[in-house]
């Protein structure tokens, strides 16, 4: 079945350090990549998203990039704060045609004041 | 953004018995989703449901052990039936708006089962 791995597991940086997290999906047919930040006892939040039809996407702290040939794209937190400290989950789905969307293992990040 | 409520918010219940979990839309939706999310673990799609028609089960999930309701466009239930330890999880609720189907998750769930 169509598949997504996110890297790493576990990630601990210090406050002002940046973050990336890596992922890799198996349908070729994919075309939207949304981010999602989990805090404890809450619902998954929808952070950035990208489509296929860009390869970059950034909004103030967070970038998201996207490579089609490779099939991987990547999570890119700068200038980290305590609050962003969370589970953070990436997934691919397809726009049209039964877009159920597959979803990473998650990776635990601490940011470390 | 579509905004949801779940409840209970969290319920500890004894084995063999159910539960059932509410999920309240503040728009109307064709599709919601119910997903669960084992302690540390990533979310897993349990069934699609539909207003009008049966939901859609994904593989490894029955609706003898996960009925679903829904009555309307704005409200689903999620039962997880006969509960055992192993059901102890986080059930969330999504709803997907936009061209791109951004989902949209429910505050969760969190079920205890002793």
């Known amino acids: 079945g169509e598949n997504v791995e996110q890297h790493p597991s576990t990630l601990s940086v210090q406050e002002g350090d940046s973050a990336v997290i890596k992922c890799t999906y198996s349908?070729?047919?994919?075309?939207?990549f949304p981010w999602y930040k989990q805090e404890l006892g809450k619902g998954p939040q929808l952070i950035i998203d990208?489509?296929?039809?860009?390869g970059e996407k950034k909004d103030q702290r967070i970038a998201v990039t996207l490579n089609k040939t490779a099939k991987h794209f990547s999570l890119h937190i700068t200038e980290t704060q305590p609050e962003d400290s969370a589970v953070y989950f990436c997934?691919?789905?397809?726009?049209?045609?039964?877009?159920?969307?597959?979803f990473g293992a998650g990776t635990r990040l601490f940011v470390k004041a | 953004s579509a905004v949801i409520s779940q409840k209970p918010s969290r319920d500890i219940c004894q084995r063999g018995t159910s539960l059932t979990i509410q999920c309240q839309v503040d728009s109307q939706v064709t599709m919601m989703f119910w997903y669960r999310q084992q302690p540390g673990q990533s979310l897993t799609l349990i069934a699609t449901?539909?207003?009008?028609?049966?939901?859609?089960?994904e593989s490894g999930f029955v609706i003898d052990k996960f009925p679903i309701s829904r009555p309307n466009l704005t409200f689903s239930t999620l039962t997880v039936s006969n509960l055992s330890p192993e059901d102890s999880s986080i059930y969330l609720c999504?709803?997907?708006?936009?061209?791109?189907?951004?989902?949209?998750f429910g505050p969760g769930t969190r079920l205890t089962v002793l």
């Open positions: 990208i489509r296929s039809n860009v």
């Open positions: 997934a691919a789905s397809r726009a049209t045609g039964g877009f159920k969307t597959i």
């Open positions: 349908d070729s047919a994919s075309n939207y």
């Open positions: 449901a539909n207003q009008g028609s049966e939901a859609t089960y």
């Open positions: 999504s709803v997907p708006q936009g061209y791109y189907n951004e989902q949209f």
